[in-house]
């Protein structure tokens, strides 16, 4: 069975694993243990003690907070219970004329503001740009992911999750 | 040699046989256990490597066979063998997405009494290009072959190209301007148009006087009967080594596992629940010639995807949302669906053990009837179905990608494919003759971002995981322009931690003719057509053609002064316009104008992909490299990134560590001090929402997607807390 280092896991999750070591593990067979580790990295990543459950974005992670289950930024900040939609508590920067798109595609052709707007959904606290929606005005914020944390963990992982008072 | 059948074939009564089987026992053809393969996995294993093996050379064989640069530069082909049901066991590299689509071919000619007429012997040839029957679009011309066996139906060899002319209302093969079935070009409706493996005279005939480069076709049928008959044989010889129950009980085997490997993967790799995302696309051609007008002449798209993974590693895509299809060319049929997906999972999950048909089975797609996924009309066309496709299954490699994130296979995460509009073109050639072709070095579009590093620059096109553009020399031995500029267009990737891959650009002039009709397709007007992912940007892709008419290019050439050989980087006046004097245009959407002649310049510019992450995140010193490299500009550096270059001795751009935490800091201030809660952000929305004071295009969007979608209206409703129907006036 394949398996990496935590080392390695930890290169390969920050882009720094060189690429032709990047390269064999993207062409071998995978490694089964891969979640733990993976978890591991990032736990040691944050600055925070609350257990990673279930990385969702590049830092976003639903983890066991007490008795609750949140969305929690890699800075600390919780954007509440998982199974809610993180944005509806993030902030945002719409750009929606030709000043602010400018900003962002300086050299190319605009799509138009009365079409479609750049959405930037953002931690408050630690500013950091979490998601990025193109969309029509009007259209409803996406709900990204609803996992299926309970069945991973007892059906796909074997590992059933203790069993939380709040937060499902 | 001919082997003629002993009795009838009843392979119909098979395929419902067959079918009534994986409905019993959920698994392919009732193969409930691989007895084979556990018998002796070294053999089984081995069998299937072979089977790859014989797909593979009879492709290379065959490209060298075609005259289409689409075939032999860019490698627009894809071979498969198939059951006697019609379920690929096999298939070689190239466009894969139609793997599936000759699977339906087979099973609609065999659902249709083939057998009794015009009957299914050896030595036959099938052709289609009939996207409800089973393809994605007119220019995908499929061609199948039985393989006999002491009496049997043992299998099909199949093999399609992607045809650079297919006789439309406009020159090329993707016939932007199609509206209805009837102006998108020369149908074969899944005929047989040879025997005794040869070609029919009268069929090469109709293909000689219905296109408008008849060698590109005819000569790509030729390729596709020598690859047919070459797996053909193979398969034969095989069978006499191993024996024919042999044969037949493997090759089920094959697929039943390729099924499980599916599922095994999903479990593997991903995490189950529900995903979702959207894109959406924009087409502007009011006051164009030539489109009759038979719809609205300026629509907007949305494409909503909901992905479920299911507990037990099933794929379940649902396009419920969606638009209605339209009198255009980018409706698209089940068939293309079903290729889209097969494509998108052969380059995402089955990178390795037994790519066949059984990977499809493990998924399943709700196409709701009556939208462009699934129209209630045959005689809407799909010429251009990529247009809408491409987003589309852009949006599910970002949907697999956050399920890799979540998983932990980082590598695997891949912000996706983009359109990459392609330039079609006839009329008079620079020898004077008539001719017709669409350009492929749209193949190489760029990349999405990954999770861990840039994307691809000009090397990556879905619907063919060996994109190529082909060599320009190539290309211009077969058309009347001539290359003066081709060059990567500097931020076209999006921007992000990872940047999107960076497009290239072509700029041309118009030589040797009087008469060169140009017409593009699948570029997305006022929308992207493509997204980011985990904060990267999508990447720019609403760009507009530039060209002029009747330039000085020839008298600047013989005064030796400098010319222009891309747009350059100032959005509101282009090089062209710098360099070069004559009539200048910038046209919006689908590029369809009068002809152009010899002294004219041209430019086109592809795609590149959606960038991942957060942009002050990016890495300053690779960013360096990119500015002295033309994928970024220092401009876009500092601006979007927050990356502060210094030039070293040479003028060469090298980071500033410490400027560049100091500005970051700022930027990030900037960013927090500007943004405001999502909900505040709502409550001043709403009103806007609840006035429907909304762009026409927008707001027939929603009336459309409105009436189609239950789910929809209720999601809207909720969400803005308004009567969606009301609101939008619906009934
Ligand atoms: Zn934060």
């Not at chain 2, 052709?127 to 066996?149: L, R």
């Not at chain 2, 396009?319 to 494509?343: K, R």
């Amino acid at each position: 069975m394949t398996s990496y280092s935590k080392e390695v896991i930890a290169d390969l999750v920050a882009g720094t694993l060189p690429w032709p070591q990047t390269r064999r593990v993207m062409s071998a067979y995978k490694d089964d243990d891969r979640f733990f580790k993976y978890v591991s990295v990032l736990q040691d990543r944050v600055g925070w003690s609350d257990p990673i459950l279930l990385p969702v974005g590049d830092h976003l992670f639903i983890c066991q907070s007490g008795e609750e289950r949140v969305t929690k930024c890699e800075c600390g900040h919780s954007f509440g219970d998982y199974r809610r939609n993180w944005k509806l508590k993030a902030a945002i920067i719409v750009r929606d004329n030709e000043e602010l798109l400018r900003e962002i595609y300086p050299n190319s052709d605009l799509p138009d503001p009365e079409w479609m707007e750049i959405r930037e959904f953002i931690c408050p606290k630690c500013g950091t740009l979490h998601e990025v929606e193109a969309a029509a005005p009007g259209y409803p914020i996406v709900h990204d992911f609803e996992p299926d944390l309970e069945g991973f963990y007892r059906d796909w992982l074997g590992k059933p999750l203790e069993p939380s008072s709040k937060g499902g | 040699m001919l082997d003629k059948p002993a009795s009838a074939l009843r392979i119909r009564e098979r395929l419902i046989e067959s079918e009534r089987l994986m409905d019993e026992t959920g698994c392919y053809d009732g193969i409930t256990e691989l007895k084979l393969r556990n018998q002796d996995p070294l053999k089984f294993e081995t069998l299937h490597t072979k089977l790859r093996a014989y797909c593979v050379s009879a492709r290379e064989m065959a490209r060298r066979i075609s005259a289409s640069p689409g075939v032999r530069e860019v490698g627009e082909m894809v071979v498969a063998i198939y059951t006697p049901e019609g379920d690929a066991i096999a298939l070689s590299n190239g466009i894969m997405v139609h793997v599936h689509t000759m699977s339906r071919f087979i099973k609609w000619m065999i659902r249709n009494g083939y057998e009794e007429n015009p009957q299914i012997r050896d030595g036959d040839v099938f052709a289609n290009n009939d996207a409800f029957i089973g393809t994605v679009q007119v220019p995908d011309v499929m061609d199948v072959m039985p393989i006999f066996h002491s009496g049997r139906l043992v299998g099909w060899a199949g093999a399609v190209c992607h045809e650079l002319e297919a006789g439309g209302i406009t020159p090329g093969g993707d016939v932007a301007l199609a509206q209805e079935r009837f102006t998108e070009g020369l149908f074969v409706c899944a005929e047989k148009v040879g025997e005794n493996d040869e070609l029919r005279r009268d069929y090469v005939i109709r293909c000689e006087r219905n296109l408008r480069m008849p060698i590109y076709w005819v000569l790509d049928e030729k390729a596709k009967v020598a690859s047919c008959i070459d797996m053909r044989e193979s398969v034969k010889a095989l069978i006499d080594e191993i024996g024919l129950d042999y044969w037949m009980q493997v090759s089920k085997e094959f697929i039943e596992e390729g099924r499980r490997a599916q599922l095994a993967r999903t479990r593997q790799l991903t995490v189950p629940g529900i995903y979702r995302g959207h894109t959406f696309y924009g087409h502007v051609t009011a006051g164009k010639p030539g489109y009759q007008p038979l719809g609205d002449p300026d629509w907007l798209y949305n494409i909503p995807i909901e992905m479920e993974i299911t507990a037990d590693g099933k794929i379940v895509m649902d396009f419920e949302g969606t638009q209605p299809w339209g009198y255009h060319s980018m409706n698209c049929t089940p068939a293309g669906m079903d290729g889209g997906m097969f494509v998108t999972l052969t380059q995402h999950m089955n990178f390795e053990g037994l790519v066949n048909d059984g990977a499809w089975m493990a998924t399943e797609l709700k196409l709701p009837t009556g939208t462009w996924t699934n129209p209630d009309n045959e005689m809407v066309a799909t010429a251009t179905s990529w247009a809408l496709l491409l987003p589309a299954y852009g949006v599910f490699q970002r949907l697999l990608s956050r399920s890799f994130i979540a998983r932990g296979f980082v590598e695997e995460a891949f912000v996706g494919q983009v359109n990459s509009p392609m330039i079609e073109m006839g009329g008079q050639s620079q020898y004077g003759t008539p001719f017709g072709m669409a350009h492929f070095e749209c193949a190489a579009a760029g990349s999405g971002a990954l999770a861990i590093k840039d994307g691809l620059d000009t090397a990556y096109v879905g619907w063919n995981p060996e994109s190529d553009m082909g060599n320009i020399e190539i290309w211009e031995q077969n058309m009347p322009m001539l290359y003066i500029g081709r060059s990567i267009v500097p931020n076209s990737g999006g921007a992000g931690k990872y940047r999107g891959g960076c497009s290239f650009l072509s700029t041309w002039l118009v030589s040797k003719t009087d008469h060169l009709r140009l017409v593009t397709s699948e570029h997305s007007s006022r929308v992207f057509d493509n997204g980011g992912l985990c904060g990267g940007y999508p990447a720019p892709t609403c760009q507009k053609h530039r060209a002029v008419r009747d330039s000085n290019i020839f008298d600047l050439a013989e005064n030796r002064a400098p010319l222009a050989h891309h747009t350059g980087t100032n959005p509101y006046r282009s090089e062209l316009e710098v360099r070069l004097e004559g009539e200048h245009v910038t046209l919006e959407g689908p590029y369809i104008t009068a002809p152009h002649k010899t002294g004219d310049v041209f430019t086109h510019s592809y795609n590149g992909g959606g960038g991942y992450g957060d942009v002050l995140e990016r890495d300053p010193v690779k960013t360096a490299w990119d500015v002295e490299n033309g994928f970024l500009t220092w401009e876009a550096a500092e601006g979007i990134f927050g990356i502060v270059l210094d030039e070293d001795e040479e003028g060469f751009p090298v980071a500033n560590l410490e400027a560049t935490k100091r500005h970051r800091a700022g930027m990030r201030a900037k960013r927090l001090a500007r943004a405001k809660p999502v909900s505040e952000w709502m409550a001043k929305e709403r009103e806007r929402v609840t006035a429907a004071d909304f762009a026409p295009e927008v707001k027939k969007m929603y009336a459309s997607a409105i009436r189609l979608s239950p789910r929809f209206t209720k999601d809207f409703s909720t969400f803005w807390d308004v009567d969606a129907k009301s609101t939008f006036g619906v009934e």
